[in-house]
């Protein structure tokens, strides 16, 4: 199996998505990033707009080292920080490059997402051939950059345009404020991968938290996910 097909094939497989900052308050990036990881968080992004540049660069490097093969390291919305860290993914937000401008100066084995706020971004982003997979949200808490709350209408629409476990469909992850007492609607709402911050991040115990998302994603799925996975296989 090739590098390349070895990062779709972990993308398409992937559920669970934490999103931390560098934790230079605490200075844990790594026991944190371990310990996560080892619970079954599947993709681990930086997002610290507070951190410098060189910060960000040897939080990355933290993550690298932390990872050990088990899961994907991700930037957030910085191409230069992706290219000069090598990572596997890059997260475009809306406004940032075009995708495949951002693949052609990035390793041939790195993936590209985009970040999805409307129907429209979705549709987007599902037909164009150089986004690998998509966020889907804010579904609970506003962000800063996104144009206001879509909610769970939005995971609904994703849902129905490109069905999680539907063969040949591109992954894309809820995100946005999805906590434990939520989790559920979002679930209901169709999504079968998210995206989780604070919910980790913030846990006296993350790897409790990322845990227990990740037990809950998995009976969702149910015996679906072991027929989605021998498909993502071949």
Not at 51 to 76: E, F, I, K, N, P
Request: hydrophobic fraction near 50%; glycine fraction near 8%.
């Amino acid at each position: 199996m090739t590098v390349l097909r070895g990062l779709d094939t972990r993308l398409r497989l992937a559920r669970l998505f934490c999103v931390t900052d560098a934790r230079l308050g605490t200075g844990d990036l790594a026991e944190f990033a371990a310990s996560v990881l080892d619970a079954g968080v599947d993709l681990i992004q930086l997002r610290d707009p507070s951190a410098s540049d060189a910060q960000q660069l040897a939080a990355l490097q933290v993550l690298r080292r932390a990872d050990r093969g088990r899961g994907l390291v991700s930037v957030y919305a910085d191409l230069a920080l992706a290219q000069e860290c090598g990572a596997d993914v890059l997260q475009l937000s809306k406004g940032g490059p075009e995708a495949a401008t951002a693949r052609s100066r990035l390793s041939r084995w790195s993936r590209v997402g985009r970040s999805c706020y409307t129907p429209a971004d979705v549709d987007a982003a599902l037909a164009d051939d150089a986004v690998d997979f998509l966020t889907v949200g804010p579904v609970f808490s506003a962000m800063p950059w996104s144009p206001g709350l879509p909610g769970l209408e939005l995971v609904r629409h994703a849902a129905r345009v490109a069905p999680p476990s539907a063969k040949g469909s591109k992954p894309w992850f809820a995100i946005g404020g999805i906590a434990a007492d939520n989790f559920d609607q979002v679930l209901k709402a169709g999504a079968r991968r998210v995206a989780i911050g604070r919910a980790i991040t913030a846990a006296a115990d993350p790897a409790a938290a990322a845990r227990m998302f990740g037990d809950r994603l998995r009976a969702a799925w149910g015996d679906e996910f072991e027929a989605f996975t021998l498909d993502a296989l071949l």
